[in-house]
């Protein structure tokens, strides 16, 4: 299986600020990585597939990037609506493996 | 409008079996891989396992392999995960998701989950 592995698990931030989390495949995967953000009580909402391609609605604050086996999500300027959990997910092979997550708190 | 509805979910003991089912509305089911996500208590997503647009290929997380059963049918539009021998760390919530087909997006809509709890 391939595997993702997230850092850092927590950060914590103000909003305004600047930040990026990181996500390393177990093995080359191209560009078949997504991410998501999940807030308490709520099924994970898509932001960004194929590792940069921005989904519908998803503000411009939210750039993806990277190919093979390290990948990048920044947020540009953290809004209070941003402070959740963010997954990455590998979608090369069949088994559509998580991250262990990144929780964005309030500093 | 695209829907999953999950339902099944309950208080089992352990070594026990459950059915998840997951109804879709809203788009073409049969054309799309379909997964389930479980979510523990205060822990993050664990992708569980999906199934073929025809059902005709299933694969599994090592932590389910044997004891779960991923099944769809395409005339009522629904998924399915059996789940036998049922262990406490089984106890989570489960989430249905659409995977990739037509639109090469994972997990673009996802159910509100239904919850799996295992009494020992």
């Known amino acids: 299986d391939i595997r993702v592995t997230q850092s850092p698990s927590t950060l914590s931030a103000s909003v305004g600020d600047r930040v990026t989390f990181t996500c390393r495949a177990s093995q080359h995967i191209g560009n078949w990585l997504a991410w998501y953000q999940q807030k308490p009580g709520k099924a994970p909402n898509i932001l960004i597939s194929?590792?940069?391609t921005l989904e519908s609605g998803v503000p411009s604050r939210f750039n993806g990037s990277g190919y093979g086996t390290e990948f990048t999500l920044t947020i540009s300027s953290l809004q209070p609506d941003d402070f959740a959990t963010y997954y990455c997910q590998q979608y090369y092979s069949y088994s559509r493996m998580f991250g262990q997550g990144t929780k964005v708190e309030i500093k | 409008e695209v829907q999953l509805v999950e339902s099944g979910g309950g208080l089992v003991q352990s070594g026990g079996s459950l059915r998840l089912s997951c109804v879709a509305s809203?788009?073409?089911?049969?054309?799309?891989?379909m997964s389930w996500v479980r979510q523990a208590p205060g822990k993050g997503l664990e992708w569980v396992a999906n199934?073929?647009?025809?059902?005709?290929?299933?694969y599994y997380a090592d932590s389910v392999k044997g004891r779960f059963t991923i099944s769809r049918d395409n005339a009522d539009n629904s998924l399915y995960l059996q789940m036998n021998s049922l262990r406490a760390e089984d106890a989570a919530m489960y989430f249905c998701?659409?995977?990739?087909?037509?639109?090469?997006?994972?997990?673009?809509?996802w159910g509100q989950g239904t919850l799996v709890n295992v009494s020992s």
């Open positions: 809203g788009f073409s089911f049969s054309g799309y891989w």
């Open positions: 199934i073929k647009e025809d059902g005709s290929e299933q």
């Open positions: 194929k590792a940069s």
């Open positions: 998701a659409r995977d990739v087909g037509s639109v090469v997006t994972p997990f673009d809509y």
